[in-house]
């Protein structure tokens, strides 16, 4: 089994709708992560979170939130979704512990496609 | 500011060929980490190297190998006797300092390898 795990895999949308991206791990690790993927502009940070009680805006937060229910799992939602979040998104993880300087382990990717 | 350049959009090259991905970064501090993903066309990230600012040994890994200078801020990737496997968007990434493991990415180079 795959040790980040992201649903839905694929999703397509319309304007105005509330969706939500999520995010499971069994890597036992501490922080977690949302990235979007663009054509040409590689992969920028949405959200990220050290634990449970930490939650902290990424490069490109607006129009996003996010909840991190438990260790494992961390969601992130598109409150009222516009065309341009037509992205691929990802989950990653590092770990364990606080350290710093892991290795991120990113998640197989969610294809958003917002009509 | 941090910062990761890639300035190579696409490579073509043809199966058993030398090629090498350049990455270039951009960083104030003095330790610091550089990470090197595959993405395939099946769209997962898949991790192939950390590097710290203290060991500019290269590394070598099968047919991969990497060529990190200080001196340039380069920390370049070079696959030997490519193979059509080896197509795939290539990112260089840099490791926020402000702690949590943030990542910061370059746009990628996207490599085909013909038979």
């Known amino acids: 089994d795959a040790d980040v795990t992201q649903t839905p895999r694929n999703r397509i949308t319309k304007t105005g709708k509330r969706i939500m991206l999520e995010c499971s791990q069994t890597?036992?690790?501490?922080?977690m992560y949302w990235y979007r993927q663009d054509p040409g502009l590689g992969l920028r940070l949405i959200y990220y979170?050290?634990?449970?009680?930490?939650?902290n805006k990424g490069e490109i937060s607006d129009g996003y939130s996010v909840s991190r229910q438990a260790q494992a799992k961390f969601s992130l939602s598109l409150e009222s979704a516009i065309p341009n979040q037509t992205a691929l998104y990802f989950c990653?993880?590092?770990?364990?512990?606080?350290?710093?300087?892991?290795?991120?382990?990113f998640g197989p990717g969610t294809r958003l496609l917002v009509l | 500011a941090q910062k990761v350049t890639q300035a190579q959009t696409e490579i073509s090259v043809v199966e058993k060929e030398d090629v090498t991905l350049d990455c270039v970064y951009e960083?104030?501090?003095?330790?610091?980490?550089l990470f090197w993903y595959k993405q395939p066309p099946s769209g997962e990230l898949v991790f192939l190297i950390r590097?710290?600012?203290?060991?500019?040994q290269n590394e070598i890994s099968g047919r991969y190998s990497w060529n990190f200078q200080k001196s340039t801020s380069s920390f370049n990737f070079t696959i030997t006797a490519s193979q059509v496997v080896d197509s795939a968007v290539y990112f260089c990434?840099?490791?926020?300092?402000?702690?949590?493991?943030?990542?910061?990415f370059g746009a990628g180079t996207r490599l085909a390898v013909h038979p």
């Open positions: 990434a840099l490791e926020d300092p402000g702690g949590y493991n943030k990542l910061i």
């Open positions: 979170s050290f634990d449970v009680k930490d939650i």
């Open positions: 590097r710290n600012s203290f060991d500019e």
């Open positions: 960083t104030r501090d003095t330790t610091y980490y």
């Open positions: 990653a993880t590092s770990g364990p512990g606080r350290a710093s300087q892991e290795t991120q382990y």
């Open positions: 890597k036992g690790h501490d922080r």
